[in-house]
């Protein structure tokens, strides 16, 4: 496919890694923020490719994984509730919760099994698949899961825009929304940490744009460079971010401007500012990070799932104390180097939400069999 | 959660339900419907990034010429100094 194969060609790869071999003469700690991201390097090797000196830590781009329990319980709740049809995209469906279902008193932690014991549970693709479901069902209260980084948040924003719109009153959305920039801030303030350079996220930076990234850049003076996909897109961007180290520079670069214009996608922000404001919220495994969250506004906050159901509202959940996810997700952990991981939690046993997500830093090294003896 | 996938308009038309512009987008021979909400401009022919059924931004054709020949020429310059990759 255009604008895919291209940037899979493995002798253009090798060339860029070459180059970063040549430029590099020192150790340095990159991190990728995306966990889509993550997936790519460990799927094609890259990290086996790269000079030795040079070490990819995972960050904690993945909303799936930092989702905190408390909301994943909120929505086992709902979606267990006779008048709900409970709407998510795909990925939340096996994140380990801990609510036991009242109805058959046996265990259902998350919404496979709660779908699995009569609760209205559907897959959506789109939000705008969740009002349809919401049009064609109302004596029904149908409840989105909106989940995600700035990526997403403009589609769930229309999402509830157009309910307003419609008069749509039977739907609202479970708010899950967090922002890349304040976890880059508590990562860099964290007195452990080991990064030197960025790779940002190349799609939310496709609608937020490169601005926020600068002042970061400037008072931790690390170097940010905007990053796609493909192998090739991460190899330039790992090549950019190390050009900047050796050279002592710390700036914002862009090694994915085909698809993120420096501004970014300006109806998109709109849509996220009439829609949304920012809020204090817990990352699951590492905890509450100031203003890192989207919640609703006053103006939409009929919308508001926690609000129309004040019981789930009010719900507080306590996390198992074995997943070491947390650290995993602040680049200080590899996974395998967990414990538990592959032994106690695995996809089909897992202990945390990075072992199911398909984008959880876990999941992706236990698939690509990076299993230590 | 955040991915995107580049697939080029064929179709473009205004949904009857819900009044929101749509398009056709074809993905290598499977086409899926695409809100074009938030990049309202886009034409028939355009390449798009395709996220959650949301058109969210138009792929700057010159940008990814540009990014793959500065590619392609750090092999050949590789090259010319004698080096192998």
């Known amino acids: 496919m255009k604008y895919l194969d291209e940037y899979r060609d493995a002798p253009v790869v090798r060339n860029v890694l070459a180059e970063i071999k040549r430029t590099v003469t020192r150790p340095w700690t990159l991190m990728e923020v995306c966990g889509g991201q993550t997936h790519s390097i460990i799927r094609h090797g890259l990290d086996q490719l790269l000079p030795e000196q040079i070490e990819l830590v995972h960050g904690p781009g993945c909303p799936v994984c930092v989702t905190p329990l408390e909301l994943i319980d909120k929505a086992l709740v709902l979606a267990a509730r006779p008048d709900v049809i409970f709407t998510s995209y795909g990925d939340m469906l096996r994140v380990p919760g801990t609510f036991v279902y009242a109805k058959t008193g046996t265990q259902a932690n998350d919404l496979f099994s709660v779908k699995s014991q009569g609760g209205d549970v559907r897959i959506v693709y789109s939000p705008l698949d969740a009002l349809k479901i919401a049009r064609e069902n109302p004596y029904k209260t149908v409840v989105f899961f909106a989940v995600g980084f700035e990526t997403t948040a403009p589609a769930n924003g229309m999402a509830v825009q157009q309910a307003a719109r419609e008069g749509l009153d039977n739907f609202c959305v479970l708010v899950s929304h967090v922002t890349v920039p304040p976890a880059i801030t508590a990562i860099m303030e964290a007195p452990e940490t080991r990064v030197n350079g960025f790779l940002a996220a190349g799609h939310v930076c496709t609608i937020m744009g490169v601005g926020e990234y600068r002042p970061l850049a400037e008072k931790y003076r690390i170097p940010i460079v905007v990053t796609g996909f493909e192998p090739l897109d991460l190899a330039y961007g790992i090549l950019n971010v190390v050009k900047q180290l050796e050279a002592g520079a710390y700036e914002v670069e862009n090694a994915y401007a085909r698809t993120a214009p420096n501004q970014g996608n300006l109806a998109a922000q709109k849509v996220i500012n009439e829609v949304f404001e920012a809020c204090d919220r817990a990352w699951r495994g590492i905890g509450v990070i100031p203003q890192s969250g989207y919640r609703l506004r006053e103006k939409y906050v009929k919308f508001d799932a926690e609000r129309r159901f004040p019981d789930v509202g009010a719900m507080q959940s306590i996390e198992s104390d074995i997943c070491r996810s947390g650290e995993v997700l602040q680049g200080l952990l590899k996974p395998d180097q967990c414990p538990a991981f592959g032994k106690q939690c695995t996809p089909l046993t897992p202990l945390g939400a990075t072992m199911v997500s398909s984008e959880g830093a876990c999941a992706a090294y236990y698939k690509y069999g990076r299993i230590q003896d | ?85």
Do not use: N
């Open chain 2, 1 to 85: 959660m955040c991915l995107g996938i580049p697939g080029q308009i064929t179709k473009i038309w205004t949904d009857a339900a819900s009044d929101l512009p749509m398009a056709r987008v074809d993905f290598g021979g499977v086409g899926k419907e695409v809100c074009l909400s938030l990049e309202p401009d886009a034409q028939v022919g355009d390449y798009v990034l395709v996220h959650v059924g949301f058109a969210i931004s138009r792929i700057d054709e010159e940008e990814a010429q540009q990014t793959l020949a500065l590619l392609a020429q750090m092999g050949e310059l590789a090259e010319e100094l004698g080096e192998t990759t």
